[in-house]
């Protein structure tokens, strides 16, 4: 089977380049197109139709977060960029990797794995089906960005959640993760008897609370397995602690 790409970059020295690290690293991979700004990518890809997409991000016209916006699972994304701070943006729009340049063949290597391994495994993401499926079952997972890499979190490894103005951390038991997504977006996927609101901008693992106490001022305090910082419970969510 053969597999095409498109290419979509205002800089043709490196959209040459990359041409050319592709055919040395992936011999098979037919490159369809190319693009030097966003409006010209997104026409070539949906007369195409190709099954990867290796968009810039600050091109004119249109961004390569806005094509990839407009697909809706077209074909899959790889942003390439010179700015590390859209990493999370940009797997918000269900990019496969995120890779910052000047991008390395050891690098470029790893991409070309991960997508080799989905295109071997797996059809073409239909995220509308996704979407509908997410709203009638629980998140099982969270896609987490760390410097140019992504992570697929399970769920269940998370301890807690904070809420961070308009982000949310993760906490788990070795790392804490970043994410753009409100604490209420997230209680509402959340599986209730899994995952308790003990506070405004608090959602914790249930099974991560090692034991309970309460304060002079009556309040519930969580003391969880893996972490030596205390969660308190609020006032509004004390009914949940009040039977144990």
């Given at each position: 089977m053969t597999i095409t790409a498109l290419i979509a970059d205002d800089e043709a020295p490196l959209c040459s380049y990359l041409k050319k690290q592709l055919a040395t690293l992936w011999p098979n991979l037919q490159i369809c197109g190319q693009a030097n700004?966003?409006?010209?990518?997104?026409?070539?890809?949906?007369?195409?139709?190709?099954?990867?997409?290796?968009?810039?991000?600050?091109?004119?016209?249109?961004?390569?977060?806005?094509?990839?916006?407009?697909?809706?699972?077209?074909?899959?994304i790889v942003f390439i960029?010179?700015?590390?701070?859209?990493?999370?943006?940009?797997?918000?729009?269900?990019?496969?990797?995120?890779?910052?340049k000047p991008v390395t063949q050891e690098r470029l290597q790893k991409t070309i794995m991960r997508l080799q391994q989905q295109l071997d495994n797996k059809p073409p993401v239909d995220f509308e089906a996704l979407l509908l499926q997410l709203t009638e079952t629980y998140l099982q997972w969270l896609k987490v960005?760390?410097?140019?890499?992504?992570?697929?979190?399970p769920v269940s490894e998370v301890d807690y959640f904070q809420a961070a103005n308009k982000y949310t951390t993760i906490v788990t038991a070795e790392k804490e993760w970043l994410i753009k997504t409100a604490i209420k977006t997230l209680e509402t996927?959340?599986?209730?008897?899994?995952?308790?609101?003990?506070?405004?901008?608090?959602?914790?693992?249930?099974?991560?609370?090692?034991?309970?106490?309460?304060?002079?001022?009556?309040?519930?305090?969580?003391?969880?397995?893996?972490h030596q910082e205390t969660l308190i419970v609020s006032r509004a969510y004390a009914y949940r602690f009040k039977q144990m």
């Open positions: 700004n966003g409006l010209q990518a997104l026409e070539l890809i949906r007369i195409k139709k190709p099954d990867l997409a290796f968009l810039d991000i600050k091109m004119p016209g249109m961004t390569g977060l806005e094509v990839a916006a407009q697909l809706n699972g077209v074909c899959r960029t010179a700015y590390d701070q859209y990493a999370i943006q940009a797997f918000e729009n269900a990019a496969i990797d995120y890779l910052l960005a760390y410097q140019d890499e992504i992570y697929i979190l996927s959340l599986n209730p008897n899994e995952f308790w609101r003990i506070h405004r901008g608090t959602i914790v693992r249930v099974s991560a609370i090692a034991r309970i106490s309460r304060d002079f001022q009556g309040r519930y305090l969580l003391k969880l397995h893996e």
